[in-house]
């Protein structure tokens, strides 16, 4: 059910209504209880209803601050309060969810509900229609009126890109273009960049000082995948404004993904080029993708778990 919460919280693209906080005339909290096991039971009355996001923290966390914009990693469970009953929880998956605080990314009732709140805080949020999905998810077993409520632990704050001193790429690769913020923008042709490509290759370009990832771990990154050597930019998490999550899993990702960026450090900038082999093949990826396409990428890994 978890993969079907995340497909559906990344197609939601709402209008956040205003700043968040407590407010008890919205749907008062205080009745829901929270058992202490490593995967807490949230118990909410059937029928429960909020008007209003609020918010209710059961401990607060002594870490920074979360503010509007700041990507964040997440424990949950996820109540309906119509008919009481959970509908996802990723304690039980031991696998957190990194979420971006903006308003064009994400339910403006996480944004309401954890904004100004501290890592290593337990939050309960009622989420009303609202500011919720603002139409049924069957999948969910969602009603387009009802409310939800979530317990939250706020695990860290996720950084928004790598950051070091960077690397040059080898001189018969495209040239790494930057935006006005500093963030990765597109590869810019050259007229070193004629030179076929026939191999798959990893190059890190800022080196990150995390942990090593590992084959099934969830990476929380930033992205911008491009035809090579200085084609069309395809897609772009940065465009998007928010990171994307992925398991580094044969199937889900693209093999080139999964041979480079295991053993990578998690904080790093790495350049990843995909011949068709290890990317589309001959099938491609319409529209923007052909068969036997080569694809590259930079790749800031800010998270894995």
Known sequence: M?????????????????????????????KVTVSKAASPKVKVGKGFKATKTTTRVLNKGGGVKVVAGDSVKVNYVAVNGRTGKQFDNSFTSNKPLTITLSPTTILPGFVKGLTNQTVGSRVLVAIPPKDGFGKAQPDLDMKKTDTMVFLFDIVAKVPPMAAGKAKSLPSDLPKLVLDAKNQPDKFAKTSKTAAKQTKESAHVVIQGSGATVKTGQ???????????????????SW?????????????????CWT????????????????????????????PDIKGGDTLIFSIDLLDAF
Request: glycine share 12%; proline share 3%.
């Open 239 to 255: 465009a998007r404004g928010a990171a994307s999550s992925f398991q580094l899993t044969e199937g889900q990702l693209i093999k």
């Open 2 to 30: 978890r993969r079907t919460l995340l497909a559906t919280l990344a197609a939601a693209s709402l209008v956040l209504a205003g700043c968040g906080g407590s407010d008890s005339s919205g749907g008062s909290l205080d």
């Open 218 to 236: 969830t990476l929380s990154v930033q992205y911008v995948g491009q035809i090579y050597p200085a084609g069309k930019v395809f897609d772009s």
């Open 259 to 286: 041979d480079e960026l295991v053993g990578q450090k998690v904080g790093s900038r790495v350049v990843l080029v995909c011949p068709a082999s290890v990317a589309y093949k001959a099938a491609g990826s319409p």
